[in-house]
């Protein structure tokens, strides 16, 4: 993995919403679901602002107590499950890295907490459920609650009735 470059998180397919301090991860392709606390939130949170690798393992060191070849591993390992999971995809030629990708907030040496390894929790008892789910079944010109008929799903139109009873 390249240390300068970035990583993004993979939109369309991968969704995601941060929830008292949780951050909750849909993949639309495969419905898996996903569940990042602490440090792994932390990363998360990076990834989506655009840090590079670098960036991230030099925020953990800033904002965590651990030994410096710690943190880089368990980033670096963290990281390629991301990847391997299909959550996060390299940054491409044609990306636009956000801009919010510089920010820095340096915490004080009393303020740092002890550095524990990011877990990414992956669950799939929903997975056929949320594969059945149309809603999924969208692109940038037709969303929710438009379905995409690609798959033969009878389009809706003001006309239709609302139930077939």
């Known amino acids: 993995m390249n240390k300068n470059g970035g990583i993004r998180i993979n939109i369309p397919k991968v969704v995601h919403e941060t929830i008292d301090g949780e951050t909750v991860i849909l993949n639309l392709d495969n419905g898996n679901y996903y ?3 602490g440090t792994g939130a932390h990363i998360w949170d990076n990834v989506e602002k655009g840090a590079t690798i ?8 800033r904002d965590y107590e651990a030994g410096n070849e710690d943190i880089e591993k368990e980033v670096n390992k963290f ?8 959550l996060t995809v390299p940054y491409g030629s044609d990306d636009r ?6 920010q820095k ?3 004080t040496k009393s303020n740092k907490t002890t550095f524990q390894t990011p877990v990414l929790n992956k ?3 929903m997975q056929d459920l949320l594969l059945l789910d149309p809603i999924h079944d969208v692109d940038d010109n037709a969303g929710w609650p438009n379905i995409n008929d690609s798959k033969g799903w009878p389009k809706r139109t003001a006309d239709s009735p609302e139930d077939d009873k």
């Open 105 to 107: 907030e340096t915490l």
């Open 123 to 125: 669950y799939t008892d």
């Open 54 to 61: 670098n960036d991230i393992i030099e925020r953990l060191h």
């Open 35 to 37: 569940s990042l606390i």
């Open 79 to 86: 990281l390629s499950e991301l990847m391997e999971e299909n």
């Open 97 to 102: 890295i956000p801009s919010d990708h510089n």
